[in-house]
């Protein structure tokens, strides 16, 4: 985090030299942002504080950690196919989750998945695209979010 | 803009109604509720709330410098690789979430886009964007990122390339409902 911070910083300068006006109204939009999200950021911080303290810890290990196998990617990528966040709040709360005890390819699923396969959208894709296309497009997302997930889990081991 | 009233409404009920469960957990010595606050909630918020403000200020400058437009413009038929790569930087500039890359795409297709590079643009535009590159790196470390974008580039590829043989003689279209 600290790098990316002086990253920030960095950009933030450099920003600020080529153009003045232009850096200012980028902060703005940035932290009026932030701050539309920041209720939405709270409440997923209270609802998971309060599901971490009710879920032992061993659970959450036994069925999306290390050696949860297949139940663990099953588990991430119905919810990250249903669940719909943006990634300000579905990082927070993978890096929560990591905290606690899930897997990082179990981790990965559920991002991938997340962010492409989209069930609670797929009305919203019909229209654009028609129901066909639609379908082999969701379902050829989750097999490679399923790929991803299963690559990472190799790498991560090493 | 109603939908987002009401939404931001309950959020702010269940923010009110936990800082009020805090607060008399607190007063009356009740452990499990001092023990949400210290152990897990204040733990969370400490990590983000200094990091956040700093990644929407990068997310806020990002999108003043760059011009969405100007590159959409080089995504045509029989753009082959470079129509790809194209196609994949354009995305990583954005935000937003999955259903804001179909408007796009019925745009896209209307300039002449290739259906190949039309599905990658969205499998990108999903996964690989700068500004939440910077949150998955601060939250969930530098190696689980750059495994995950190295493994998600190709897949999203071959993806597009396989809709593209998939509907290749069929009747495509991308309808603006």
Redesign the interface.
């Known amino acids: ?1 600290e790098i ?2 002086a ?3 960095m ?2 300068m450099a ?1 600020l030299l080529a153009d003045r006006k ?2 200012w ?10 701050l539309r999200l920041l ?5 997923v ?6 599901l ?2 009710i879920v032992p810890n061993d659970l959450i290990v036994k069925y999306l950690g290390e050696n949860a196998g297949f139940t663990g990617y099953l588990v991430a990528a119905i919810v990250g196919s249903i669940a ?1 966040m ?3 709040i579905a ?2 709360l ?3 989750l ?1 905290h606690s005890g899930v897997s ?1 390819p179990v ?2 699923v559920f ?2 998945t997340l ?2 396969v ?1 069930v609670l ?1 797929l009305p ?2 019909i ?4 129901t066909r ?1 639609s379908l ?2 969701n379902a ?2 989750l097999a ?1 979010a399923l ?2 997930g299963g ?2 889990g190799l ?2 081991v090493l | 803009m109603k939908k987002h009233l009401t939404n931001n409404w309950i959020n702010f009920l269940i923010i009110i109604a936990f800082a009020l469960f805090v607060a008399v957990s607190f007063r009356t010595g009740f452990a499990p509720g001092q023990a949400i606050f210290k152990d897990q909630f204040y733990r969370f918020f400490k990590e983000m709330i200094l990091f956040l403000p700093v990644m929407f200020i990068l997310i806020g400058l990002g999108d003043e410098w760059i011009n969405r437009e100007k590159v959409e413009r080089h995504i045509g038929k029989g753009s082959g690789l470079k129509g790809i790569v194209i196609a994949v930087f354009l995305s990583m500039a954005q935000a937003g979430p999955l259903y804001g890359a179909f408007p796009v795409t019925y745009l896209l297709w209307r300039k002449g886009a290739s259906i190949r590079n039309i599905f990658i643009y969205i499998g990108a535009f999903c996964t690989i964007k700068i500004p939440m590159i910077a949150f998955e790196i601060g939250f969930l470390g530098w190696k689980f990122s750059v495994l995950r974008t190295l493994f998600t580039l190709p897949v999203i590829i071959l993806i597009g390339i396989v809709m593209e043989k998939l509907l290749k003689n069929k009747s495509f279209e991308i309808k603006n409902p």
Not at chain 1, 25 to 34: D, E, R, V
Not at chain 1, 127 to 130: D, I, R, S
């Open positions: 985090m990316l911070t990253i920030a910083l950009a933030l920003s232009k850096t109204k980028g902060i703005i939009k940035g932290l009026m942002m932030f209720p939405a950021i709270l409440v911080l209270i609802l998971v504080s309060v971490l303290f719909l943006p990634g300000f990082y927070p993978a890096g929560i990591v990082y981790i990965a991002i991938t962010m492409m989209g959208t919203v894709e229209k654009y695209f028609g296309i082999i497009r050829l997302f490679g790929i991803v690559l990472i790498f991560f």
